[in-house]
């Protein structure tokens, strides 16, 4: 039940990325999918989440430039990243709960560099 991110990779300053989270589970087992980061040194944070009725909620620090978004019939959450800045250069992950509980990808790493 292990989700699978993608979409990562190398973007310029003011870039996007639009990463992908795909699960097997159905979706009318899912509570809720978030986006968290990690960048080097820094703790784990919550970047996006998407609740089970289409909710959604943003951290501060990328408010007004990412957007999650959900396609029932692939399964797949997205999160669409605009206006990318270095200090968005992290690793990835999507976290999907649901009634057998959290499943966590493997990550993907996204870098903003000139």
């Known amino acids: 039940v292990q989700p699978v991110e993608s979409g990562g990779g190398l973007v310029q300053p003011g870039g996007s990325l639009r990463l992908s989270c795909t699960t097997t589970?159905?979706?009318?087992?899912?509570?809720?999918t978030d986006w968290y980061r990690q960048a080097p040194g820094k703790e784990r944070e919550l970047v996006a989440q998407?609740?089970?009725?289409?909710?959604?909620d943003y951290a501060d620090s990328v408010k007004g430039r990412f957007t999650i978004n959900r396609d029932n019939a692939k399964n797949t959450v997205y999160l669409q990243m605009n206006s990318l800045q270095p200090e968005d250069t992290a690793v990835y992950y999507c976290?999907?709960?649901?009634?057998?509980?959290?499943?966590w990808g493997q990550g993907t790493q996204v870098t903003v560099s000139s």
């Open positions: 998407i609740g089970r009725g289409g909710t959604t």
């Open positions: 589970q159905s979706i009318d087992d899912i509570y809720t």
């Open positions: 976290k999907v709960s649901s009634r057998v509980g959290p499943a």
